[in-house]
């Protein structure tokens, strides 16, 4: 039997209807659910359902350890994408105009897999518009604000946050992975958990305001320096999910980050994997706030 359920990510409201044992695969989800009347438009909602394959044609494919996911567009021009795990295909998410609505269809294999992707994928072109990225970064508080560390893949920006866990009085992890960020018509930029946290399951639906951006890059040593500019701006983008050639999406991240990258604090921490590496960059960080 079919059954809806909706969800609130960062502000954005979003409503998914599968059958029920789905949401069985979607424990990750229950701190988000929209238990209120929903009186605000969705962002974009989610139909799951057996089917495919889909037919289309390739623009794009991305491939991170084990997993695949392809960009594609169908006869009809809607955009595809394409999930698989393993070599084995997850599933076909077909999307309508402005991805505002979505059909995604399985095929039996990782379906949890698919069903996520699926709503990432959605979540972060949906709302690219709305000044909200979705990063790829890992999030501590501490304070009552959110420190982001962004990196490329082995970085070590869990390794860093878990530093900070150890050896910072007060951290606390927010996100490990997928969090999001919104900045608001006043600049006020919030960073969000989600139901999206890679390896580490931390789900929490709480936000702050961003205290600080830190890329990181491995080191012989520790040395923290602060990003103006377009310094400030490049450090940004690898981190950011999004269809970049779809000019709209593009033009709604261009402007999430320039308003990050002239309003909040942005770092670069040279480091080692260890506790100074952690004291190194709240030490800088506190002395600027």
Same mark, same amino acid.
């Given at each position: ?13 979003? &409503? ?6 789905? $949401?069985?695969?979607? #424990? ?22 057996? %089917?495919?394959?889909? +037919? ?26 394409? !999930? ?17 609505t979505g059909q995604l269809f399985v095929t039996g294999s990782s379906r949890k897999m698919a069903i996520d992707n699926a709503l990432m ?6 709302? /690219? ?5 979705? !990063?790829? /970064?890992?999030?501590?508080? @501490?304070?009552?604000? &959110? ?6 893949? &082995?970085? %070590? ?11 910072? =009085? %007060?951290?606390?992890?927010? @996100?490990?992975? @997928?969090?999001?960020?919104?900045? $608001? +018509? ?6 969000? %958990?989600?139901?999206?946290?890679? *390896?580490?399951?931390?789900?929490? @639906?709480?936000?702050y305001p961003i205290g600080a951006i830190v890329l990181l890059s491995q080191a012989p040593y520790n040395k923290m320096r602060r990003l ?6 490049? =450090? ?22 320039? /308003?990050?990258?002239?309003?909040? +604090? ?8 260890? #506790?100074?590496? /952690? ?6 960080? *506190?002395? *600027?706030?």
């Amino acid at each position: 039997m079919k059954v809806t359920r909706n969800y609130k990510v960062a502000g954005h409201l979003f &409503g998914v209807t599968a059958e029920s044992d789905d $949401f069985g695969l979607m #424990e990750n989800y229950e701190p988000f659910v929209c238990q209120e009347p929903i009186a605000d438009e969705c962002a974009f909602s989610l139909t799951v359902q057996d %089917g495919g394959p889909v +037919p289309y044609v390739e623009e794009m494919r991305q491939e991170e350890e084990g997993q695949v996911i392809v960009c594609g567009k169908t006869a009809n021009g809607s955009s595809v994408f394409e !999930f698989s795990w393993q070599r084995q295909i997850a599933g076909w998410l077909v999307c309508s105009d402005h991805y505002r609505t979505g059909q995604l269809f399985v095929t039996g294999s990782s379906r949890k897999m698919a069903i996520d992707n699926a709503l990432m994928v959605l979540y972060a072109l949906a709302t /690219a518009v709305s000044r909200t990225a979705l !990063f790829h /970064a890992a999030i501590v508080s @501490n304070e009552g604000r &959110g420190y982001m560390f962004l990196g490329k893949s &082995g970085t %070590g920006k869990s390794t860093h946050a878990r530093l900070w866990l150890r050896y910072i =009085s %007060g951290s606390e992890l927010v @996100n490990d992975d @997928n969090p999001v960020v919104r900045v $608001f +018509p006043d600049t006020t930029a919030r960073v969000y %958990g989600s139901p999206w946290s890679g *390896k580490t399951p931390c789900y929490r @639906n709480v936000s702050y305001p961003i205290g600080a951006i830190v890329l990181l890059s491995q080191a012989p040593y520790n040395k923290m320096r602060r990003l103006k500019g377009i310094e400030a701006y490049a =450090s940004l983008v690898p981190s950011i999910s999004g269809k970049r050639w779809d000019a709209q999406i593009a033009d709604g991240l261009h402007q999430t980050e320039n /308003a990050l990258a002239q309003t909040v +604090p942005v770092w670069h921490l040279e480091c080692l994997p260890d #506790e100074e590496a /952690a004291r190194v960059c709240w030490g800088a960080i *506190k002395d *600027k706030r």
